[in-house]
Protein backbone atom coordinates (compact mmCIF):
# COMPACT_ATOMS: atom_id res chain seq x y z
CA UNK A 1 0.00 0.00 0.00
CA UNK A 2 1.80 3.03 -1.00
CA UNK A 3 -0.27 6.50 0.16
CA UNK A 4 1.55 8.66 -1.99
CA UNK A 5 -0.97 8.72 -4.78
CA UNK A 6 -3.83 9.68 -2.05
CA UNK A 7 -2.41 12.70 -1.07
CA UNK A 8 -3.48 16.14 -2.01
CA UNK A 9 -2.11 19.36 -0.16
CA UNK A 10 -5.11 21.72 0.15
CA UNK A 11 -5.00 25.63 0.55
CA UNK A 12 -7.42 25.27 3.83
CA UNK A 13 -6.57 23.01 6.47
CA UNK A 14 -8.99 21.17 8.94
CA UNK A 15 -9.52 22.79 12.51
CA UNK A 16 -9.24 19.54 14.28
CA UNK A 17 -7.51 15.87 13.49
CA UNK A 18 -8.22 12.21 14.95
CA UNK A 19 -5.48 10.73 17.10
CA UNK A 20 -5.12 7.59 18.54
CA UNK A 21 -4.83 8.57 22.51
CA UNK A 22 -3.33 5.65 24.84
CA UNK A 23 -5.79 6.86 27.80
CA UNK A 24 -4.22 4.21 29.85
CA UNK A 25 -2.21 1.03 28.81
CA UNK A 26 -3.80 -1.40 27.23
CA UNK A 27 -6.87 1.14 26.00
CA UNK A 28 -6.49 3.34 22.66
CA UNK A 29 -9.32 6.02 22.06
CA UNK A 30 -9.73 7.48 18.53
CA UNK A 31 -10.66 11.58 19.16
CA UNK A 32 -10.98 14.89 17.74
CA UNK A 33 -8.29 17.09 18.87
CA UNK A 34 -7.14 20.37 17.25
CA UNK A 35 -4.55 20.49 14.49
CA UNK A 36 -1.26 22.05 15.94
CA UNK A 37 -0.70 25.75 14.71
CA UNK A 38 3.48 25.48 13.55
CA UNK A 39 5.88 28.07 15.63
CA UNK A 40 7.33 30.50 13.47
CA UNK A 41 10.44 27.90 12.77
CA UNK A 42 8.10 24.47 12.68
CA UNK A 43 6.40 22.97 10.21
CA UNK A 44 3.17 21.06 9.71
CA UNK A 45 3.44 17.58 9.01
CA UNK A 46 0.45 15.67 7.68
CA UNK A 47 1.48 11.98 8.65
CA UNK A 48 1.00 9.57 5.96
CA UNK A 49 3.17 6.30 7.47
CA UNK A 50 3.80 5.43 11.10
CA UNK A 51 6.10 2.50 12.41
CA UNK A 52 5.34 0.63 15.09
CA UNK A 53 8.02 0.31 17.12
CA UNK A 54 9.26 -1.73 20.13
CA UNK A 55 8.91 1.56 22.88
CA UNK A 56 5.21 1.94 21.66
CA UNK A 57 4.50 -1.91 23.14
CA UNK A 58 6.47 -1.41 26.26
CA UNK A 59 3.89 1.91 26.82
CA UNK A 60 1.07 0.17 25.77
CA UNK A 61 1.54 -2.86 27.67
CA UNK A 62 3.69 -1.57 30.99
CA UNK A 63 3.41 2.04 31.04
CA UNK A 64 6.96 2.56 31.21
CA UNK A 65 10.19 2.04 29.98
CA UNK A 66 13.02 2.54 32.82
CA UNK A 67 12.82 5.66 34.17
CA UNK A 68 10.26 7.23 31.57
CA UNK A 69 6.30 6.54 33.20
CA UNK A 70 2.99 6.86 31.74
CA UNK A 71 1.60 9.50 33.85
CA UNK A 72 -1.40 11.05 32.07
CA UNK A 73 -3.06 9.84 28.65
CA UNK A 74 -0.26 10.45 25.30
CA UNK A 75 -0.05 9.84 21.68
CA UNK A 76 2.03 6.91 20.95
CA UNK A 77 4.23 6.24 17.76
CA UNK A 78 7.54 8.50 16.67
CA UNK A 79 8.87 6.29 13.79
CA UNK A 80 6.75 8.49 10.97
CA UNK A 81 6.81 10.22 7.50
CA UNK A 82 4.36 12.71 5.34
CA UNK A 83 4.07 15.98 3.70
CA UNK A 84 4.69 19.46 4.74
CA UNK A 85 1.30 20.92 4.49
CA UNK A 86 2.27 24.30 6.72
CA UNK A 87 5.33 26.55 7.92
CA UNK A 88 6.27 29.21 10.24
CA UNK A 89 7.09 32.31 9.16
CA UNK A 90 11.44 31.88 9.82
CA UNK A 91 11.37 28.12 8.30
CA UNK A 92 13.86 28.35 5.18
CA UNK A 93 15.04 25.00 4.42
CA UNK A 94 11.67 22.70 3.46
CA UNK A 95 8.73 24.05 2.26
CA UNK A 96 5.53 22.93 1.43
CA UNK A 97 4.50 20.05 -0.66
CA UNK A 98 8.15 18.24 0.67
CA UNK A 99 8.26 14.69 1.22
CA UNK A 100 10.29 14.30 4.20
CA UNK A 101 10.94 11.60 7.16
CA UNK A 102 10.58 12.81 10.35
CA UNK A 103 13.31 12.54 13.08
CA UNK A 104 11.55 12.24 16.45
CA UNK A 105 13.93 13.31 18.68
CA UNK A 106 14.09 17.50 19.36
CA UNK A 107 16.97 18.49 21.36
CA UNK A 108 18.06 22.22 22.92
CA UNK A 109 20.68 23.01 20.76
CA UNK A 110 22.64 24.40 23.38
CA UNK A 111 24.09 21.52 25.81
CA UNK A 112 27.66 20.67 25.81
CA UNK A 113 26.00 17.31 23.99
CA UNK A 114 24.17 18.98 21.18
CA UNK A 115 27.59 21.21 20.62
CA UNK A 116 29.58 17.98 20.51
CA UNK A 117 27.70 16.52 18.16
CA UNK A 118 26.09 13.65 20.50
CA UNK A 119 22.69 15.68 20.53
CA UNK A 120 20.84 12.15 21.39
CA UNK A 121 22.31 12.61 24.72
CA UNK A 122 20.84 15.95 25.20
CA UNK A 123 19.49 15.87 29.03
CA UNK A 124 16.84 18.20 27.67
CA UNK A 125 15.18 16.69 24.44
CA UNK A 126 11.81 16.16 23.72
CA UNK A 127 11.55 12.80 22.09
CA UNK A 128 8.25 11.95 20.38
CA UNK A 129 6.19 9.11 22.39
CA UNK A 130 8.24 9.21 25.51
CA UNK A 131 6.35 10.53 28.29
CA UNK A 132 4.76 12.97 28.57
CA UNK A 133 5.73 14.10 25.10
CA UNK A 134 2.90 12.72 22.57
CA UNK A 135 3.73 11.35 19.51
CA UNK A 136 2.84 10.58 16.25
CA UNK A 137 -0.28 8.18 15.69
CA UNK A 138 -1.74 11.59 14.55
CA UNK A 139 -3.27 13.22 11.04
CA UNK A 140 -0.99 16.44 11.41
CA UNK A 141 2.32 16.66 13.40
CA UNK A 142 4.12 19.96 14.33
CA UNK A 143 7.52 19.65 14.79
CA UNK A 144 11.20 21.80 14.37
CA UNK A 145 11.81 22.44 10.82
CA UNK A 146 15.41 20.52 11.89
CA UNK A 147 14.16 17.72 12.46
CA UNK A 148 12.38 17.01 8.80
CA UNK A 149 14.48 15.45 5.90
CA UNK A 150 13.13 15.41 2.33
CA UNK A 151 12.79 12.22 0.90
CA UNK A 152 13.12 11.47 -3.06
CA UNK A 153 9.77 10.53 -4.61
CA UNK A 154 10.54 6.99 -5.45
CA UNK A 155 10.76 6.26 -1.74
CA UNK A 156 7.47 5.29 -0.53
CA UNK A 157 6.24 6.98 2.80
CA UNK A 158 6.26 3.23 4.83
CA UNK A 159 9.96 2.70 3.78
CA UNK A 160 10.85 6.54 5.04
CA UNK A 161 8.93 5.21 8.10
CA UNK A 162 11.92 2.79 8.37
CA UNK A 163 14.76 5.06 8.64
CA UNK A 164 13.89 5.53 12.33
CA UNK A 165 14.74 2.15 13.53
CA UNK A 166 17.29 1.47 10.66
CA UNK A 167 19.18 4.87 12.56
CA UNK A 168 19.62 2.81 15.27
CA UNK A 169 21.84 0.23 13.14
CA UNK A 170 23.81 3.11 11.34
CA UNK A 171 24.56 4.48 14.83
CA UNK A 172 25.40 1.33 16.04
CA UNK A 173 27.89 0.60 13.28
CA UNK A 174 29.22 3.83 14.07
CA UNK A 175 29.92 3.79 17.61
CA UNK A 176 30.93 0.28 17.67
CA UNK A 177 33.30 1.24 14.06
CA UNK A 178 32.28 -1.87 12.02
CA UNK A 179 34.70 -1.51 9.34
CA UNK A 180 34.32 -3.21 5.40
CA UNK A 181 35.50 -7.07 5.07
CA UNK A 182 34.65 -7.54 8.96
CA UNK A 183 32.25 -10.07 10.99
CA UNK A 184 29.54 -9.05 12.79
CA UNK A 185 26.86 -11.30 15.12
CA UNK A 186 23.77 -9.63 15.46
CA UNK A 187 21.72 -11.47 18.39
CA UNK A 188 17.85 -10.72 17.85
CA UNK A 189 15.56 -10.24 14.94
CA UNK A 190 13.06 -8.20 15.67
CA UNK A 191 12.38 -5.28 13.79
CA UNK A 192 15.07 -3.09 15.28
CA UNK A 193 17.47 -6.22 14.48
CA UNK A 194 16.31 -6.58 11.23
CA UNK A 195 17.29 -3.08 9.99
CA UNK A 196 20.45 -3.52 12.09
CA UNK A 197 21.27 -6.47 9.60
CA UNK A 198 20.77 -3.37 6.72
CA UNK A 199 23.19 -1.41 8.51
CA UNK A 200 25.46 -3.82 8.55
CA UNK A 201 25.35 -4.61 4.70
CA UNK A 202 25.33 -0.50 4.17
CA UNK A 203 28.85 -0.67 5.73
CA UNK A 204 30.43 -3.66 4.16
CA UNK A 205 30.30 -6.35 6.46
CA UNK A 206 32.01 -9.62 4.84
CA UNK A 207 29.79 -12.04 6.98
CA UNK A 208 26.69 -10.97 9.17
CA UNK A 209 25.56 -13.73 11.53
CA UNK A 210 21.80 -13.22 12.85
CA UNK A 211 20.24 -15.37 15.37
CA UNK A 212 16.48 -15.52 16.45
CA UNK A 213 14.28 -18.53 17.16
CA UNK A 214 11.57 -17.66 14.61
CA UNK A 215 12.46 -18.64 10.85
CA UNK A 216 10.39 -16.02 9.37
CA UNK A 217 12.40 -13.38 10.74
CA UNK A 218 15.41 -15.08 10.09
CA UNK A 219 14.33 -15.46 6.61
CA UNK A 220 13.89 -11.66 6.18
CA UNK A 221 17.65 -11.42 7.74
CA UNK A 222 18.89 -13.15 5.25
CA UNK A 223 17.01 -11.39 2.35
CA UNK A 224 18.16 -8.67 4.04
CA UNK A 225 22.00 -9.15 3.93
CA UNK A 226 22.50 -11.97 6.62
CA UNK A 227 24.90 -14.44 5.72
CA UNK A 228 24.35 -17.20 8.02
CA UNK A 229 20.94 -17.67 10.22
CA UNK A 230 20.54 -19.52 13.82
CA UNK A 231 17.45 -20.28 15.11
CA UNK A 232 18.13 -20.85 18.95
CA UNK A 233 15.76 -23.45 19.07
CA UNK A 234 17.18 -25.61 17.13
CA UNK A 235 20.99 -25.06 17.27
CA UNK A 236 24.05 -23.84 20.31
CA UNK A 237 23.80 -20.12 18.37
CA UNK A 238 27.53 -20.12 20.35
CA UNK A 239 29.09 -23.20 19.28
CA UNK A 240 27.54 -22.66 15.79
CA UNK A 241 29.57 -18.86 15.76
CA UNK A 242 32.83 -20.43 16.76
CA UNK A 243 32.54 -22.64 14.16
CA UNK A 244 31.55 -20.30 11.22
CA UNK A 245 34.64 -18.65 12.38
CA UNK A 246 37.51 -20.89 12.98
CA UNK A 247 36.97 -20.92 16.40
CA UNK A 248 37.87 -17.21 16.78
CA UNK A 249 35.00 -15.52 17.04
CA UNK A 250 33.34 -12.37 15.36
CA UNK A 251 34.98 -9.15 15.36
CA UNK A 252 32.01 -6.94 16.50
CA UNK A 253 28.54 -8.43 18.30
CA UNK A 254 25.02 -6.46 18.65
CA UNK A 255 22.68 -7.25 20.83
CA UNK A 256 19.28 -5.78 19.16
CA UNK A 257 16.50 -7.89 21.76
CA UNK A 258 16.84 -6.67 24.99
CA UNK A 259 17.64 -10.26 26.25
CA UNK A 260 20.11 -11.40 28.98
CA UNK A 261 20.87 -14.44 27.36
CA UNK A 262 21.50 -13.04 24.18
CA UNK A 263 23.58 -10.46 25.44
CA UNK A 264 25.39 -13.34 27.03
CA UNK A 265 26.16 -14.53 23.52
CA UNK A 266 27.10 -11.90 22.13
CA UNK A 267 29.81 -11.32 24.54
CA UNK A 268 31.46 -15.09 24.21
CA UNK A 269 31.08 -14.85 20.68
CA UNK A 270 33.73 -12.27 20.44
CA UNK A 271 37.48 -12.58 19.26
CA UNK A 272 40.15 -11.29 21.43
CA UNK A 273 40.18 -7.95 21.23
CA UNK A 274 36.33 -8.08 19.81
CA UNK A 275 33.26 -4.97 20.12
CA UNK A 276 30.10 -5.65 22.04
CA UNK A 277 27.81 -2.82 21.09
CA UNK A 278 24.51 -3.24 23.28
CA UNK A 279 21.58 -2.33 21.48
CA UNK A 280 18.56 -3.46 22.76
CA UNK A 281 17.53 -2.67 26.79
CA UNK A 282 16.64 -5.44 28.92
CA UNK A 283 13.73 -5.75 31.57
CA UNK A 284 15.90 -5.89 34.42
CA UNK A 285 18.62 -3.10 35.43
CA UNK A 286 21.70 -5.17 36.11
CA UNK A 287 22.91 -8.34 33.97
CA UNK A 288 25.65 -10.33 35.09
CA UNK A 289 28.84 -9.80 32.75
CA UNK A 290 31.91 -11.77 32.75
CA UNK A 291 34.32 -9.20 33.97
CA UNK A 292 37.53 -11.42 33.80
CA UNK A 293 36.83 -12.45 30.32
CA UNK A 294 36.07 -8.87 29.27
CA UNK A 295 39.43 -7.81 30.54
CA UNK A 296 41.36 -10.53 29.73
CA UNK A 297 40.06 -10.13 26.20
CA UNK A 298 40.19 -6.55 26.00
CA UNK A 299 36.79 -6.03 24.90
CA UNK A 300 35.60 -2.78 24.22
CA UNK A 301 31.81 -2.25 24.98
CA UNK A 302 29.14 0.43 23.31
CA UNK A 303 25.82 1.43 24.98
CA UNK A 304 23.97 2.62 22.22
CA UNK A 305 21.33 4.99 22.93
CA UNK A 306 19.00 5.93 20.03
CA UNK A 307 21.70 7.85 17.39
CA UNK A 308 22.52 11.15 16.03
CA UNK A 309 23.51 12.33 12.67
CA UNK A 310 22.09 9.25 10.79
CA UNK A 311 18.83 10.47 8.92
CA UNK A 312 20.93 11.81 5.99
CA UNK A 313 22.54 8.53 5.59
CA UNK A 314 19.54 6.15 6.35
CA UNK A 315 17.69 8.17 3.37
CA UNK A 316 21.03 7.21 1.15
CA UNK A 317 20.80 3.69 2.19
CA UNK A 318 17.43 3.30 1.77
CA UNK A 319 16.95 5.27 -1.69
CA UNK A 320 19.83 3.85 -3.25
CA UNK A 321 17.83 0.39 -4.19
CA UNK A 322 20.04 -1.64 -2.69
CA UNK A 323 18.30 -2.64 0.47
CA UNK A 324 15.14 -4.51 0.26
CA UNK A 325 13.72 -2.45 3.08
CA UNK A 326 10.09 -2.56 1.85
CA UNK A 327 9.94 -6.77 2.30
CA UNK A 328 10.06 -5.96 6.12
CA UNK A 329 6.38 -4.10 6.07
CA UNK A 330 4.16 -7.11 6.52
CA UNK A 331 1.09 -5.51 7.95
CA UNK A 332 -1.13 -2.15 7.17
CA UNK A 333 -3.69 -0.65 9.87
CA UNK A 334 -6.02 2.69 9.19
CA UNK A 335 -5.53 5.27 12.49
CA UNK A 336 -9.16 3.71 13.70
CA UNK A 337 -7.63 0.20 14.28
CA UNK A 338 -4.35 1.13 16.20
CA UNK A 339 -4.99 -0.63 19.13
CA UNK A 340 -5.49 -3.87 16.61
CA UNK A 341 -2.14 -2.67 14.87
CA UNK A 342 -0.43 -2.79 18.91
CA UNK A 343 -1.70 -5.76 19.43
CA UNK A 344 -0.59 -7.14 16.72
CA UNK A 345 2.87 -6.54 17.03
CA UNK A 346 2.37 -7.53 20.60
CA UNK A 347 1.06 -11.52 19.91
CA UNK A 348 3.62 -11.37 16.93
CA UNK A 349 1.57 -14.11 14.81
CA UNK A 350 3.34 -15.92 12.52
CA UNK A 351 4.35 -13.72 9.35
CA UNK A 352 4.27 -10.84 10.94
CA UNK A 353 7.67 -8.38 10.52
CA UNK A 354 6.95 -4.81 10.34
CA UNK A 355 3.50 -2.86 11.41
CA UNK A 356 2.58 0.41 10.04
CA UNK A 357 -0.30 2.57 10.94
CA UNK A 358 -1.67 4.83 8.31
CA UNK A 359 -3.44 8.19 9.97
CA UNK A 360 -4.79 9.70 6.68
CA UNK A 361 -5.90 6.57 5.14
Known amino acids: MNMDSQVTINDK ?17 IKELPVPKPGHN ?4 QVMAVGVCGSDLHYYEHGRIGRFVVEQPIILGHECAGFIVAAGDKVTKVAIGDRV ?12 ACKAGKYNLCPDVKFLATPPVDGAFVQYLAIREDMVFKIP ?13 FSVGIHAAKRSRLQAGETVAIMGMGPVGLMAVAAAKAYGAARIIVTDLEEVRLRAALRLG ?55 LPAQDEIPLNV ?61 LKVIVYPNE
Open 292 to 352: PFIADSEIDIYGIFRYANTYLQGIEFLASGNLDAASLITDRYPLAETREALERAIHNKSGS
Open 42 to 45: EVLV
Open 101 to 112: AVEPGVTCGHCS
Open 153 to 165: DHLSFEEAALIEP
Open 13 to 29: LPLTMKAAVMSEPGSIE
Open 226 to 280: ATNAINIKKEDALITIKQLTDGVGVDVAWETAGNPMALQTALYSLRRGGRLAIVG
